[in-house]
């Protein structure tokens, strides 16, 4: 069923008959079919991936044998705390203004699956998520709240740091975006020539974002965003992209694979 140019097909599978309750409830809400507990993942021939509820866990999984492992949202996993000190994290806090004696309000308004919210965060910023893939929200809920109950004081305090707004940004009331200084946009890259350049476990990911997002939706989103009483707006692109909106940045940073056009409209408090 794994066809190209098509929406996933995707069910709920609760993990235990324990969750079937919580599975269910989540199913109703997203509109999904729910499979019976004890389901296998690699026997399923019906749906191209599922939606494991695993007590506060959740993870997408793809269907049949020899499939990739699972997408969640884990922000104490080890590729996250190896982010707290890497490179690319000082290009992102240097292009949104960390660093002043002000905490930041951020409003990420393509979370994704929250990686660059969560190093702004770890960073000292405050930050308000927005993912309107609701199968991605979701994930990015079930992360927050691992992350909130782990008894990890340093997860516990960078996701006390974190809000999610399931939802187009371009939709949020007032009050949300009151206090932002910086909205932070990561939209989809542009397909790569590399098959090996995407991860085999993220390609689920990806498909169901670019079923989610017209192809001329990021340009809208960059002048939506252009229009609002922020101090500035933070896009980050591949190395060599063309700018979003053939719009040209007050300035750029650059790093070897990505960077981040950074449009100014008045100093930062």
């Known amino acids: 069923m794994h066809e190209a140019n098509r929406n996933p ?10 969750g079937s309750d919580s599975a269910a409830g989540l199913a109703r809400r997203l ?11 690699l026997d399923c021939d019906t749906h191209d991936a599922l939606l494991i509820v695993d007590g506060r866990a959740l993870r997408l999984q793809r269907t049949g044998r020899g499939a990739p492992g699972p997408v969640a949202v884990d922000f104490g996993s080890a590729a996250m705390r190896h982010r707290r000190h890497a490179g690319a994290r000082e290009l992102l806090g240097r292009a949104v203004g960390q660093g002043g004696k002000k905490m930041l309000r951020v409003l990420d ?5 929250g990686t660059d919210a969560f190093v702004l965060a770890d960073q ?5 998520l927005c993912e309107r893939e609701p199968v991605i929200a979701e994930l990015l809920r079930s992360g927050l709240q691992v992350a909130a109950g782990s008894g990890d004081p340093w997860l516990i305090n960078v996701s006390q740091r974190m809000s999610l707004c399931p939802g187009d940004a371009r939709a949020l ?3 949300h975006l009151q206090g932002v200084d910086v909205i932070y946009l990561d939209p989809m890259f542009p397909p790569r020539r590399k098959s090996a350049a995407v991860r085999k476990e993220m390609a689920l990911f990806h498909s ?3 079923h989610a997002i017209d192809p001329q939706d990021a340009d809208a989103l960059l002048l939506w965003a252009l229009r609002q009483d922020v101090a500035r707006v933070v896009v980050k692109r591949p190395a060599k992209a063309p700018c979003l909106a053939a719009r040209e940045p007050s300035h750029t940073i650059s790093g070897k694979a990505v ?7 008045r100093k930062l408090p």
């Open 9 to 18: 097909e995707l069910a709920l599978l609760p993990a235990t008959a324990a």
């Open 31 to 41: 509109g999904l079919p729910l499979l019976a507990s004890g389901s296998s993942p």
């Open 109 to 113: 308004a393509t979370a994704g699956l």
């Open 124 to 128: 000292g910023s405050e930050v308000v």
């Open 173 to 175: 009331a007032p009050g």
């Open 208 to 210: 169901l974002l670019a």
């Open 259 to 265: 960077r981040y056009d950074v449009y100014v409209h």
